[in-house]
């Protein structure tokens, strides 16, 4: 089982930026694919990005695509969500979730592991 702690959300204005962190602990941090996940209020949980083992391959939605970066330190146990441009609609608690497997991951039974989940408000 692996133990997910994220950090760094917050109120932002349009078009500011935002760093989410995310520690784990419990098992080999190379040898699980990680992702972000939010969900606004009265939405289903969405995926929002996913990264390797290794940290090779990464992939977004379409929704945060040129805006978001996914990056992980294996040294460190952590995995981020750097947040750029950011816009009202990405108002929402972001969860950070470990997968079951080492390659990248999308869907929410892909993973085994939640965070609790930080807010992220955005203001107009």
């Known amino acids: 089982q692996v133990q997910l702690v994220e950090s760094g959300g917050g109120l932002v204005q349009t078009g500011g930026s935002l760093r989410l962190s995310c520690a784990a602990s419990g098992r080999t941090f190379s040898s699980y694919a990680m992702g972000w996940f939010r969900q606004a209020p009265g939405k289903e949980r969405e995926f929002v990005a996913t990264?390797?083992?290794?940290?090779?391959?990464?992939y977004y939605a379409d929704s945060v695509k040129g805006r978001f970066t996914i990056s992980r330190d294996n040294a460190k146990n952590t995995v981020y969500l750097q947040m750029n441009s950011l816009k009202p609609e990405d108002t929402a608690v972001y969860y950070c979730?470990?997968?079951?497997?080492?390659?990248?991951?999308?869907?929410?039974?892909?993973?085994?592991?939640w965070g609790q989940g930080t807010q992220v408000t955005v203001s107009s």
């Open positions: 979730a470990a997968a079951k497997r080492r390659t990248i991951a999308t869907t929410p039974a892909d993973f085994g592991s």
């Open positions: 990264i390797s083992g290794s940290g090779l391959g990464t």
